[in-house]
């Protein structure tokens, strides 16, 4: 059992979740050797919320990510997002579902080498038939408080690695969708690219992004406003930044981390 100071806070539930997880089940291998990489997760995330969802190792919570973001399937339960049942779109719905209401960041960018910055960001807007004038007018928007503007008619290959990743924060969240979903965006960054990048979406959602970010790393985790912890498939702990500094948020995320056997650095 986890010692007292480190159990679950008990946070209040959003009342119109923009993502809501029902008993998510995902299962792996035959009935002889079942690997339950997801046991019954439930979650509610509100809209506005910055969630960051840790763990150790096999602990499912890339799965949960790939679940959320349709990329994989659960076996069992309901994921609903702005009330959409996700689980139950068929494959030409998903295309479409995950154009318009969902924004990725990855942890290798994954811009096109053939788009300059400026074509990468408007790509999906372009795909959805947006005017010429709106295209411009949205990038230009993302793009200055992303602070990209000075790479927009660069490709990748011309991009450092930071300004590689806010592109493709900036891409993400062009188009306005429901939920922002990052998965371990500062793994291939150097501290100073990752401190930029994690202000940035900080600065996105202080602007009104819902973003959800899986994450190893106790130092990324505290730049959001509400830290879930998965263990063996399951939820072991979740804690509310609240009123803390966010040196005050990382000690304790540190305490959980210590607990399951992980490590982050220093927040100073």
């Known amino acids: 059992m986890a010692p007292a100071h480190i159990r679950p806070e008990k946070p209040a539930r959003p009342d119109r979740p923009v993502l809501s997880c ?4 995902k299962l792996y291998g035959s009935r002889s050797n079942v ?18 969802i840790m763990g150790p190792s096999g602990s499912g919570k890339t799965t949960l ?13 309901h994921i609903y997002v702005d009330g959409q049942d996700i689980t139950a779109l068929r494959s030409g719905q998903l295309s479409k579902f ?11 960018s994954n811009l096109l080498d053939t788009l300059t910055a400026r ?13 010429a004038k709106e295209v411009t007018a949205r990038v230009t928007g993302v793009a200055e408080r992303l602070g990209v503007t000075d790479v927009l008619d660069k490709f990748p290959h011309e991009m450092s690695g930071g300004q590689k990743q806010r592109v493709a924060a900036a891409r993400a969240i062009v188009t306005g ?51 879930l912890f998965l263990k063996d498939g399951r ?26 056997g992980g490590e982050g650095a220093d927040v100073r």
């Open 22 to 25: 029902q008993n998510v089940e």
């Open 35 to 52: 690997t339950r990489a997801l046991d019954g997760v439930s979650l509610d995330v509100a809209a506005g919320e910055y969630v960051a």
């Open 65 to 77: 990510l790939n679940c959320i973001s349709t990329i994989d399937r659960p076996t069992s339960g």
């Open 98 to 108: 995950r154009r318009e209401r969902l924004g990725f960041v990855f942890q290798d």
């Open 119 to 131: 074509e990468n960001i408007a790509l999906a807007l372009t795909i959805n038939h947006v005017s």
């Open 177 to 227: 969708p429901s939920l922002v979903l990052a998965d371990e965006p500062t793994g291939a960054l150097d501290s100073k690219n990752s401190r930029r990048l994690l202000e940035s979406l900080e600065a996105m959602n202080g602007a009104g992004a819902t973003i959800i970010m899986v994450t190893h790393d106790s130092f990324a985790a505290s730049y959001a406003r509400r830290a």
């Open 235 to 260: 939820i072991f702990n979740e804690i509310v930044r609240g009123s803390k500094t966010r040196k005050q948020f990382f000690d304790q995320i540190m305490d959980v981390v210590s607990f399951l």
